[in-house]
């Protein structure tokens, strides 16, 4: 079992920065990054 907790994209809370969660899944591997989005 693999929690990913993605952050959040929506409008910017507190001084947290805004991020979304890939996850790859590769056969038996299963791999995830946090991406943080810009602010543009």
């Not at 994209?9 to 995830?32: D, M």
Request: aromatic share 4%; hydrophobic share 50%.
């Amino acid at each position: 079992m693999l929690y990913v907790n993605p952050g959040s994209a929506g409008p910017r809370r507190f001084k947290l920065p805004v991020t979304v969660a890939e996850l790859v899944i590769a056969g038996n591997a299963v791999a995830a990054r946090i991406v943080e989005l810009d602010r543009a």
